[in-house]
């Protein structure tokens, strides 16, 4: 399967942003979906996942209040609703797609990955 990201960019501190990412290639019916991001000099960070099918969902625990996670299944397109952003936010935005229902936190175990989108908040 192949992701790609888009709506990165450069925002104000307190804005809202949506990322989305479009999945081609395969059929998602069994797919997890997930958001990571790595700010500079910082490992990645898992943000959020979920199934496909039923939109299970797992967030960190730090971002659940103000970042979502949801999927359009007709466009096979995942977005990430950001709120009330802060410049510790800043960081590229991941998609990421595992094949069997996983939607925990180890980057390791996602099998495909997006390019990313830069997500930069000016304070």
């Known amino acids: 399967v192949q992701l790609a990201e888009s709506g990165g960019g450069l925002v104000q501190a307190g804005d809202s942003l949506r990322l989305a990412c479009a999945a081609s290639?395969?059929?998602?019916?069994?797919?997890?979906m997930a958001w990571f991001r790595q700010a500079p000099g910082k490992e990645r960070e898992f943000v959020a996942a979920?199934?496909?099918?039923?939109?299970?969902?797992h967030y960190a625990d730090s971002l659940q209040v103000r970042y979502t996670i949801s999927r359009d299944t007709a466009l096979n397109t995942t977005y990430l609703q950001m709120n009330s952003l802060k410049p510790e936010d800043t960081a590229v935005y991941y998609c990421?797609?595992?094949?069997?229902?996983?939607?925990?936190?180890?980057?390791?175990?996602?099998?495909?990955w997006g390019q990313g989108t830069q997500v930069t908040v000016s304070s």
């Open positions: 990421a797609a595992e094949t069997l229902y996983y939607i925990g936190e180890d980057a390791n175990l996602y099998d495909f």
């Open positions: 290639g395969s059929t998602l019916s069994t797919y997890s």
């Open positions: 979920m199934t496909w099918t039923r939109g299970r969902t």
